[in-house]
């Protein structure tokens, strides 16, 4: 493994310094769009939410940075576009600094396709065995189980916030999850290297962060030092 340049840190809600990493570009796009590949003409007659084309957070079992690629791979190849969150870590090796590139999550990919070839995918590609839907919490058992989905504009403002360049190092990673649900107001950003971001300014141990957040998948990012007025509020 080759050592690449140095990185900066990046500076963590309560002031202090994270590990050194940096999140990379994730999406992958495939030459072709497998939700019109003709193997799956039979579905085009379905017409519940089996058939529409969204972005799904799965989940992978037993999972580990190898099958996590594995995986990743595969759907691609497919021709589905995915989205399997990574960043380049330092590590120390015999006295060297070096960057090493793994997932972020490495049991969490998100998918875009049918939902019904999903469950195909699932029960005939052996790559494809240890996916797993992921579900609304129920409030009783009485409640139908809801399989989550994502919007294009979510994921597109999520991926942006987490893969743009961020030369003044406002980005951070948020793990809180008791801070996710405080409340807060939306917000748009109007200027700076994260103009046309959106999100939920919040007071996060006394900082001013918008929280980007995937918030049925309890993911989210922080981007910090943003003044209020380049800040405008959204409904």
Known sequence: MKSRPSRPHSACASGTDTPNFVFIPSLSQPDFDGNDDPAYNMLNDVEDDDALVRWYPLRIRHSSAKRAFGVRDELVGKGFAT?????????????????????????????????????????????????????????????????????????????????????????????YRDFLDKPGHRVRIIRGAFLGIEGEVKRIMGHRIVVVQLRDVKTALGITHVSPADLEFID
């Open 83 to 175: 989205y399997l969150r990574l960043e380049d870590r330092e590590i120390h090796e015999d006295g060297e600094r070096l960057f090493k590139t793994r997932p972020v999550i490495t049991n969490l990919i998100f998918v875009k396709a049918r939902k019904k070839i999903i469950r195909l995918l699932k029960h005939e590609n052996s790559a494809c065995l240890s996916l797993q839907f992921m579900a609304k919490a129920k409030r009783d058992a009485s409640q139908k189980t809801e399989i989550i989905h994502i919007s294009d504009k979510d994921m597109t403002n999520f991926i942006d916030t987490e893969t743009r360049p961020d030369p003044y190092r406002q980005r951070i990673p948020l793990t």
